[in-house]
């Protein structure tokens, strides 16, 4: 298969969980294996290295702001202290998300989500993990974050996420036409199963580490794409694609391509 070819290929992801021909190549937090998390320079490398796909998590401040970011402190990722929940848009606005990573991306700034929604806009698919475990404020975080991508015409390139089934019940219950795909971090036991396919899921998106061929069989026969996190070894990466995974979160997408275009070049001969 020529490059043009495979990125051809890529493109028929252009109805987002259609049909079964796609393979979603998703940069966990953007490109993270070389920039430091949930920052614009890391969603713009996943992009440059060909994520059709870009992952990320949204939180909100104290005073109803939406922004990407991953941990429910601030000291990691950023110089500030305490709880994102805690704090002040201005607040947030003014941390350092990029020197914990590298003294070459100081200054890097914690994104909105709109400024990494506009990045997206209609090039790539998103998807957007619900982050909150209280249940105070999780409809408003919900409902500004659906408002947000409808308002940008996003909905049909966009699956939201979330370990939290209780803000994808309340999601599928208020906007029924929002795709969405429920996280899991151990074995997908039956009750576990249900929830998709009670809900009218799209996908399910799973711990790569308990996965086997049947499990992605299964879920295959009850209509759902099976997306697997977070992925960085090439021959975990191959061995998945041969199973018939539909997406591969990674923190590496560039590895991930290069990995799937090798399976589809073996495939020819």
């Known amino acids: 298969m020529s490059l043009h070819l495979f990125s051809i290929s890529l493109l028929l992801v252009l109805n987002l969980f259609k049909d079964g021909t796609e393979f979603f190549i998703v940069g966990h937090r953007g490109f993270s294996a070389i920039a430091p998390e949930n920052t614009m320079a890391s969603f713009k490398k996943a992009i440059e290295a060909g994520a059709n796909m870009i992952e990320m998590d949204v939180m909100m401040s104290s005073d109803g702001g939406l922004f990407v ?25 003014e941390l350092d ?8 991306f100081a200054g890097e700034h914690v994104p909105y989500l709109e400024e990494v929604i506009e990045l997206a806009n209609s090039k790539l698919y998103v998807n957007i993990e619900i982050k909150h475990k209280w249940f105070d404020g999780l409809h408003e975080l919900v409902d500004k974050t659906v408002r947000l991508v409808e308002r940008h015409h996003m909905m049909n390139s966009c699956i939201f996420s979330s ?11 208020k906007y029924p036409e929002a795709k969405f795909g429920p996280l899991y971090r151990h074995n997908l036991n039956p009750t576990a199963q249900s929830f998709p396919l009670k809900y009218n899921a799209q996908a399910v998106i799973l711990n790569h580490h308990f996965l086997n061929g049947r499990s992605i069989e299964r879920l295959h026969k009850h209509g759902l794409k099976v997306m697997v996190y977070t992925v ?19 923190d590496d997408p560039a590895l991930v391509k290069r990995i799937l275009h090798r399976v589809l070049e073996n495939k020819r001969f």
């Open 69 to 93: 970011f991953h941990d429910y402190k601030l000291g990691r990722t950023t110089n500030g202290r305490g709880l994102f929940r805690h704090v002040s848009k201005n607040y947030i606005r």
């Open 97 to 104: 998300a990029g020197s914990w990573f590298s003294k070459s």
């Open 163 to 173: 370990f939290n089934l209780e803000a994808l019940r309340y999601l599928h219950s």
């Open 232 to 250: 960085n070894s090439a021959n975990r990466i191959e061995k998945l694609i041969k199973m018939g995974v539909d997406g591969i979160i990674s």
